[in-house]
């Protein structure tokens, strides 16, 4: 079955950190991009980070650098994302997803369209 599935979201204090996991099956994952991406309520979608599978080369938007880290493990067809120093605006529904266009995974605009089902991660003291 061709799927993403996520896990590891959760409530965590401020200046904690989160590690989410996103397991891929059903297709040959080198051929593509997977990047991660949130929703927090009444806001647009934004990807926070892309990697890309065949090189490993990896991509951050300005608003999470140096702060999260994606990675990926091959035995088990896993990305990762460590999310570090959480602020309250981190608060969304985080959900991974391929990129169509494994081009502008370095721009973060490559649009995506298999997808998992999501998980909170919810910021606050």
């Known amino acids: 079955q061709v799927q993403l599935v996520e896990s590891g979201g959760g409530l965590v204090q401020p200046g904690g950190s989160l590690r989410l996991s996103c397991a891929a099956s059903?297709?040959?994952?080198?051929?593509?991009?997977i990047g991660w991406f949130r929703q927090a309520p009444g806001k647009e979608v934004e990807e926070v980070s892309c990697?890309?599978?065949?090189?490993?080369?990896?991509y951050y938007a300005d608003s999470v650098k140096g702060r999260f880290q994606i990675s990926r493990e091959d035995a088990n067809m896993t990305i990762y994302l460590q999310m570090n120093s959480l602020t309250p605006e981190d608060t969304a529904v985080y959900f991974c997803?391929?990129?169509?266009?494994?081009?502008?995974?370095?721009?973060?605009?490559?649009?995506?369209?298999?997808r998992g089902q999501g998980t909170q991660v919810t910021v606050s003291s």
């Open positions: 997803a391929r990129i169509i266009d494994n081009e502008r995974c370095q721009t973060l605009s490559g649009g995506f369209g298999l």
């Open positions: 990697i890309r599978l065949s090189d490993k080369t990896t």
């Open positions: 059903g297709f040959i994952w080198n051929y593509y991009s």
